[in-house]
């Protein structure tokens, strides 16, 4: 069974910084991307970033571009989210997801199979 952990939500006044965290257990391919998701109220799941762990070939959304950065340790099988410049936009409940496979666009919350919990970041103006 395959696990994804989220950490390193909080509070930040706008400007600030978080890291986040996604710890991976269980049986998992090193291929396929892991990708970062954001939720608000009421409104779907919207694309943040994603990397494939063997490459380490990024993408992110326009409007975290510059701000935030992904990454990942194999390793510790784990995958960061480095968000600077914080804006109040921002603020949601933040997803990690796996991919079990290697075709497809990977900014679509569908070709992921494997999520986290969520961790909330809020970010105050």
């Known amino acids: 069974q395959v696990q994804l952990v989220e950490s390193g939500g909080g509070l930040v006044q706008a400007g600030g910084s978080l890291t986040l965290s996604c710890a991976t257990s269980?049986?998992?391919?090193?291929?396929?991307?892991m990708g970062w998701f954001r939720q608000t109220p009421g409104k779907e799941r919207e694309f943040v970033a994603r990397i494939w762990r063997n490459s380490g070939s990024t993408e992110y959304t326009d409007s975290v571009k510059g701000r935030f950065t992904i990454s990942r340790d194999n390793a510790k099988k784990t995958v960061y989210l480095q968000m600077n410049s914080l804006l109040p936009e921002d603020t949601a409940v933040y997803y990690c997801a796996a991919a079990i496979g290697y075709v497809g666009d990977f900014s679509k919350a569908t070709n992921y199979f494997y999520w986290g919990q969520g961790t909330q970041v809020t970010v105050s103006s």
């Open positions: 269980g049986r998992t391919d090193s291929g396929p991307p």
